[in-house]
């Protein structure tokens, strides 16, 4: 997963297509949670490029684009928001998996 650090980072990547967007803290024991099983949901997934955004550094962002609790998974194509699953229904790997594969459809 490749680390967003500025906002000009962020803006620049999602212009492109398949982008997501993980929302996450470091703080955020769902967060780690998270680490522990998303490898293998990336491989499945790998029509996305994969990002990371902490939260706590870029929270303007995280605020323009609605995501209220981590960690949270956000889908762009072109500079637009096409999903969000929001930290309420991002704990599992079953939940995650889901998530995509109804976007993927």
Not at 21 to 34: E, I, N
Not at 37 to 44: A, G, S, V
Not at 58 to 87: C, D, R, W
Request: proline share 5%.
């Amino acid at each position: 997963m490749i680390s967003i650090e500025t906002e000009e980072q962020f803006y620049e990547v999602i212009q492109g297509e398949n982008v997501l967007v993980k929302f996450q803290a470091g703080w955020c024991p769902d967060c780690v949670r998270m680490d522990h099983f998303i490898d293998p949901i990336m491989e499945k997934y790998n029509m996305y490029t994969w990002y990371d955004v902490n939260r706590d550094v870029l929270p303007e962002i995280a605020q323009k684009y609605e995501v209220m609790g981590i960690p949270s998974l956000l889908i762009f194509n072109n500079n637009e928001k096409t999903a969000h699953l929001h930290s309420a229904k991002a704990k599992t790997p079953e939940q995650v998996t889901q998530f995509l594969d109804d976007v993927t459809k």
